[in-house]
């Protein structure tokens, strides 16, 4: 991944786990997906950037055999998007994760949204090996 991290993105992703499956073609996503638990209790839909995304996937979903990646354009909901730490607290970045783009649209996210979607295995040599065969055009800055 070559991007310039100082640009603003060109999109942003959104991690499902298997538990709560969603349709891979974006046409047949209904017009609000179920919201997770952390979503509803934070207020606003927890999103990561691609770079975030290895981190995410071992922090949060290192149990998960199976997730579906989730593709928003940024420029979209740039208007609605909060660049925040990970607990929504807006202040510098700690140590080392960045910060986070959190979506504030009443945790509205379905077909209007999602631009595509990608599923992801997690196997033998974990989560690194899944998103490197994984098909690299779609994981993009």
């Not at 959190?102 to 509205?108: A, I, Q």
Request: hydrophobic share 40%; charged share 25%; proline share 8%.
């Amino acid at each position: 991944m070559a991007e310039s991290l100082s640009s603003k993105p060109n999109y942003i992703y959104k991690i499902v786990p298997s538990s709560a499956p969603v349709p891979l073609n974006p046409a047949d996503l209904p017009e609000r997906l179920p919201v997770s638990a952390i979503d509803q209790n934070s207020g606003f839909v927890h999103l990561s950037t691609s770079v975030q995304i290895p981190g995410t996937l071992k922090f949060f979903f290192k149990d998960d055999s199976l997730v579906f990646i989730l593709r928003i354009k940024y420029d979209a909901f740039e208007d609605k998007i909060r660049w925040e730490d990970p607990k929504a607290e807006v202040c510098g970045p700690r140590g080392g994760e960045g910060m986070f783009p959190h979506l504030y649209n009443e945790l509205k996210l379905g077909k209007d949204e999602i631009d595509r979607v990608e599923i992801l295995e997690n196997g033998e040599g974990g989560w690194d090996a899944a998103l490197e065969k994984a098909n690299g055009d779609w994981l993009v800055w």
